[in-house]
């Protein structure tokens, strides 16, 4: 059995607190009036819908000009491993915000991401060292 980590620097997911508010939330309602509770409840929440690609779908410039923090870019985040001081970035994370381009400098294989994450409806799009190829999306060697 793994013992359950609790991230203290987001209270608000501590599944414990979301029990304990479902459980307010649903008193005294029967199954079917519970039910619609949690489909209300759901309706409510802002569910973002990630692609997660492999880096090996980026060029090594594109890696490097994300590491440099390039103004060719759209705003990201390096995704960090378990220890942030040590330094390991394991990837990139990319907010899609609304219908607001990437700017018109950005490399084309960010671009490519960038289409195939509209298409699917993505809000985010992260690239991960660990994450699996895409068939029909191009790939390089670093």
């Known amino acids: 059995m793994t013992e359950e980590v609790r991230d203290p620097r987001w209270p608000h997911l501590d599944p414990d607190r ?3 508010h479902h ?5 005294g309602l029967d199954h079917q009036e519970q039910r619609q509770a949690d489909l209300d409840l759901r ?5 973002p819908r990630m692609l997660v690609l492999s880096t090996a779908h980026i060029t090594k410039a594109t890696d490097h000009a994300f590491r440099l923090s390039s103004k060719d870019l759209p705003q990201f985040f390096p995704k ?5 001081d040590s330094g390991d970035i394991l990837g990139w994370i990319v907010p899609i915000v609304g219908d ?7 490399p084309e294989d960010l671009l490519t991401i960038r289409r195939l994450a509209d ?11 660990d994450a699996d190829t895409v068939d ?4 390089w060697e670093w």
């Open 18 to 20: 979301l029990k304990k």
């Open 23 to 27: 459980r307010a939330f649903t008193r």
């Open 43 to 47: 309706s409510k929440l802002e569910l």
């Open 80 to 84: 960090m491993g378990s220890r942030h």
């Open 100 to 106: 607001e381009p990437f700017p018109e400098t950005c």
């Open 119 to 129: 298409s699917v409806g993505a809000t985010w799009i992260m690239l991960d060292r």
């Open 136 to 139: 029909g999306l191009e790939t």
